[in-house]
């Protein structure tokens, strides 16, 4: 059964911290690239960071330095440190594999909002 449960969000000051985990059916996990992505209110959802089935990690300019994605292959979990956030961070935040378009398979995502 396909599966995506986000979770580990919530309410933060600007400059704080927060861990997302992702728990993830070995379906869409397995030898598959992750990505965690967001989508703010009123803009389309944008791809913060990804990591290969390897460990290789990858992230857009606006988070670099600052979030850190991380994966337990044994346990199909994908993580999602966030250090230093900004308000600009607000958002829900999804996981999924790379490459899944908007109308298909999404989980609920799980809510970051950074106060200033």
């Known amino acids: 059964q396909v599966q995506l449960v986000e979770s580990g969000g919530g309410l933060v000051q600007a400059g704080g911290s927060l861990r997302l985990s992702c728990a993830a059916s070995g379906s869409i996990f397995r030898i598959n690239t992750m990505g965690w992505y967001r989508q703010a209110p009123g803009k389309q959802r944008e791809l913060a960071a990804t990591?290969?089935?390897?460990?290789?990690?990858n992230y857009a300019d606006s988070v670099k330095g600052r979030f850190f994605i991380s994966r337990d292959n044994a346990k199909n979990m994908v993580y999602l440190q966030m250090n230093t956030l900004k308000p600009e961070d607000t958002a829900v935040y999804y996981c999924?594999?790379?490459?899944?378009?908007?109308?298909?398979?999404w989980g609920q995502g799980t809510q970051v909002t950074v106060s200033s």
């Open positions: 990591i290969t089935n390897g460990g290789r990690t």
């Open positions: 999924n594999k790379l490459g899944v378009p908007d109308y298909g398979y």
